[in-house]
């Protein structure tokens, strides 16, 4: 298997958004750009020049923006925004279907203040000063209070803001990567003592209720989610493993090479596949990027290929979307390759 590269942008300066059929990235002067994905010349639809540049949040009902406390929604072909919720007194902790909140802490008294109101009409549901707690975050599409250090997190009903139960770990134990849910079931992967002599663990709890479904040794912090089969799957420094989300087993736990050097947030989910890249240093000493791709059904690796950069570049972990593979690097440029036939 051999993929070509059909396509280069430059000047591609925020990392990547796809959504829609179309991908959006700002350049270096604050203009973001839209470009068909459906198309086989990939034409540039939009581009349009903001004050500053903006985090976009893709969500499975439209693409989001949080500005200065305030909520916005984007066209991803006109690229316009409509302002949809204007802050009151913090910044945004939470968007949901029917719920929108916002947080702000108070450093003299170390409460953190939560409102939450009614996405549909704006209307206040409750505000609480949370006393002693430093966060609210948005966690699977639910609200949860928390420390700086989240040792600890305690969810609440968005419709009063009262506790709906609370989990703890133990002492010296924090959330250490990234949280996922599936099927009613938080994944938690959590680290107690410090790196590199630290222990990883990965939990499986009941979102509805905070019991504890199975805890088992961790591997990796940070997954990708096949919601199509409930697994994880991890990939770093050679190890590769999947597991079942809703046991949390490992089905598979191996060792696919001691050539690559991975690490675990560089790799995501397409067509029958694990696409990853690598950064690998030479015995002369030299940086040459590679990207490539394990197959999720035999669970061995496909092909690896030499990303077409210069020596020392970098790059970002690949986005696959309808044959293509999308690969910016540290210099700002995007490449699109194409699988040959």
Same mark, same amino acid.
């Given at each position: 298997?051999?993929?070509h590269?059909?396509?280069e942008?430059?000047?591609?300066?925020?990392?990547?958004?796809?959504?829609s059929?179309?991908?959006?990235?700002?350049?270096?002067?604050?203009n973001?750009?839209?470009? #068909?994905?459906?198309?086989?010349?990939?034409?540039?639809?939009?581009?349009?020049h903001?004050?500053?540049?903006?985090?976009?949040?893709?969500?499975?009902?439209?693409?989001?923006?949080?500005?200065?406390?305030?909520?916005?929604?984007?066209?991803?072909?006109?690229?316009?925004?409509?302002?949809?919720?204007?802050?009151?007194?913090?910044?945004?902790a939470?968007?949901?279907?029917?719920?929108?909140?916002?947080?702000?802490?108070?450093?003299?008294s170390?409460?953190?203040?939560?409102?939450?109101?009614?996405?549909?009409?704006?209307?206040?549901?409750?505000?609480?000063?949370?006393?002693?707690?430093?966060?609210a975050?948005?966690?699977?599409?639910? %609200?949860?209070?928390?420390?700086i250090?989240?040792?600890?997190?305690?969810?609440?009903?968005?419709?009063?803001?009262?506790e709906?139960?609370?989990?703890?770990?133990?002492?010296?134990?924090?959330?250490?990567?990234?949280?996922?849910?599936?099927?009613?079931?938080?994944v938690?992967?959590?680290?107690?003592g410090?790196?590199?002599? #630290?222990?990883?663990?990965?939990?499986?709890?009941? =979102?509805? #209720?905070?019991?504890?479904?199975?805890?088992?040794?961790?591997?990796?912090?940070?997954?990708?989610?096949?919601?199509?089969?409930g697994? %994880?799957?991890?990939?770093?420094?050679?190890?590769?493993?999947?597991?079942?989300?809703?046991?949390?087993?490992?089905?598979?736990?191996?060792?696919l090479?001691?050539?690559?050097? =991975?690490?675990?947030?560089?790799? #995501?989910?397409?067509?029958?596949?694990?696409?990853?890249?690598?950064?690998?240093?030479?015995?002369?000493?030299?940086?040459?990027?590679?990207?490539?791709?394990?197959?999720?059904?035999?669970?061995e690796?496909?092909?690896?290929q030499? %990303?077409?950069?210069?020596?020392?570049?970098?790059?970002?972990?690949?986005?696959?979307?309808?044959?293509?593979?999308?690969i910016?690097?540290?210099?700002? =440029?995007?490449?699109?390759?194409?699988?040959?036939?």
């Amino acid at each position: 298997m051999i993929w070509h590269k059909i396509r280069e942008i430059k000047n591609v300066y925020a990392s990547l958004t796809l959504v829609s059929d179309r991908f959006l990235f700002f350049d270096t002067e604050n203009n973001l750009h839209s470009y #068909s994905c459906s198309e086989k010349d990939m034409p540039e639809i939009e581009k349009r020049h903001f004050d500053k540049s903006f985090l976009l949040n893709v969500k499975k009902n439209g693409v989001f923006v949080y500005r200065d406390g305030s909520i916005y929604t984007l066209n991803p072909t006109s690229l316009r925004l409509d302002q949809i919720w204007e802050g009151k007194f913090g910044r945004v902790a939470h968007l949901g279907q029917s719920h929108i909140c916002e947080q702000l802490y108070d450093r003299n008294s170390k409460a953190v203040r939560v409102g939450c109101y009614n996405r549909h009409d704006g209307n206040e549901l409750w505000k609480i000063d949370f006393h002693g707690h430093r966060y609210a975050r948005n966690i699977a599409g639910k %609200l949860f209070i928390t420390d700086i250090n989240f040792t600890y997190f305690i969810c609440l009903n968005l419709d009063t803001g009262k506790e709906s139960w609370t989990y703890s770990f133990p002492e010296g134990e924090k959330v250490a990567g990234d949280i996922y849910l599936y099927e009613g079931v938080l994944v938690v992967p959590s680290m107690a003592g410090q790196a590199p002599d #630290s222990n990883d663990y990965l939990r499986g709890i009941n =979102v509805e #209720s905070g019991e504890l479904l199975w805890k088992r040794d961790g591997s990796f912090q940070y997954y990708q989610l096949e919601r199509s089969s409930g697994y %994880l799957y991890g990939f770093a420094h050679g190890l590769y493993e999947v597991t079942d989300i809703e046991s949390g087993e490992k089905l598979v736990d191996k060792k696919l090479t001691n050539d690559l050097w =991975v690490s675990q947030h560089m790799n #995501s989910l397409g067509d029958g596949g694990l696409y990853f890249v690598d950064g690998t240093h030479t015995n002369m000493g030299m940086f040459i990027s590679k990207f490539g791709k394990i197959n999720t059904e035999t669970h061995e690796i496909e092909f690896i290929q030499k %990303l077409d950069v210069a020596e020392g570049v970098k790059a970002e972990p690949p986005i696959y979307h309808k044959g293509r593979l999308y690969i910016k690097d540290s210099m700002d =440029v995007l490449h699109i390759y194409e699988e040959s036939k």
